[in-house]
């Protein structure tokens, strides 16, 4: 059974950075695609990035500049690093991992984390 949890979440002001990490367990994470969504209070959930098993990455426009996906394979872990955060980036970010390279594009695969909270206030 694959195991994703995401950590790094938290409070941040507007114009600041914060660095979410999503570390799988239980299966190969090198062949694995991995995608973060992101869902607000009253909003549905949304794609924000994805990157493939071969490091090949996809943005939603909304995020495009501002944040990058990255991996660590030997740990097992996808990065999101978010900078120049603005509040409609506040939301709870879900990790999200499986095999399917539909993933980078939003069509989510079997694996979910709980998800951190990231908070854009001043």
């Known amino acids: 059974q694959v195991h994703v949890v995401e950590s790094g979440g938290g409070l941040v002001q507007p114009g600041g950075s914060l660095r979410l990490s999503c570390e799988a367990s239980?299966?190969?994470?090198?062949?694995?695609?991995v995608g973060w969504y992101r869902q607000a209070p009253g909003k549905q959930r949304e794609f924000v990035a994805g990157?493939?098993?071969?490091?090949?990455?996809n943005y939603a426009d909304s995020v495009k500049e501002r944040f990058t996906i990255s991996r660590e394979n030997a740990k097992s872990t996808v990065y999101l690093q978010m900078t120049n955060l603005n509040p409609e980036d506040t939301a709870v970010y879900y990790c999200?991992?499986?095999?399917?390279?539909?993933?980078?594009?939003?069509?989510?695969?079997?694996?979910w984390g709980r998800g951190t909270q990231v908070t854009v206030s001043s």
């Open positions: 990157i493939a098993s071969g490091g090949r990455t």
């Open positions: 239980g299966g190969d994470f090198s062949q694995f695609a």
């Open positions: 999200n991992a499986g095999l399917r390279v539909a993933i980078i594009i939003g069509i989510p695969g079997t694996y």
